[in-house]
């Protein structure tokens, strides 16, 4: 059973950065792909950012290209999402997630474990 903990979320002006991390635990990190997804007030959750096991693939969607870029360390069993030139449409509740491990995969419904999500508030 893997664990998942997200880190680093906050309240930030438009055009300004954070960095979220996710630490995770009960599981062989470097055999999972991890993904990052949000989820806005009255919106379905969306995929932001996948990473392959190995860090060596990563994909994103159309809206954050160039913008944000997901990395990992599997010495630290840790995700990161730096997340810059940020706008009020970002504004969400962030999630990483592991699908089963050697999927990669863009698709939510795969993703078997979740962390508890960190708040990022964009203001204008």
């Known amino acids: 059973q893997v664990q998942l903990v997200e880190n680093g979320g906050g309240l930030v002006q438009g055009g300004g950065s954070l960095r979220l991390s996710c630490a995770a635990s009960g599981g062989a990190f470097s055999l999972y792909a991890m993904g990052w997804f949000r989820q806005a007030p009255g919106k379905e959750r969306e995929f932001v950012a996948c990473i392959d096991w190995s860090g060596g693939s990563t994909y994103y969607a159309d809206s954050v290209k160039g913008r944000f870029t997901i990395s990992r360390d599997n010495a630290k069993n840790t995700v990161y999402l730096q997340m810059n030139s940020l706008k009020p449409e970002d504004t969400a509740v962030y999630y990483c997630?592991?699908?089963?491990?050697?999927?990669?995969?863009?698709?939510?419904?795969?993703?078997?474990?979740w962390g508890q999500g960190t708040q990022v508030t964009v203001s204008s």
């Open positions: 997630a592991a699908p089963k491990p050697l999927l990669v995969t863009r698709s939510p419904g795969q993703y078997e474990y």
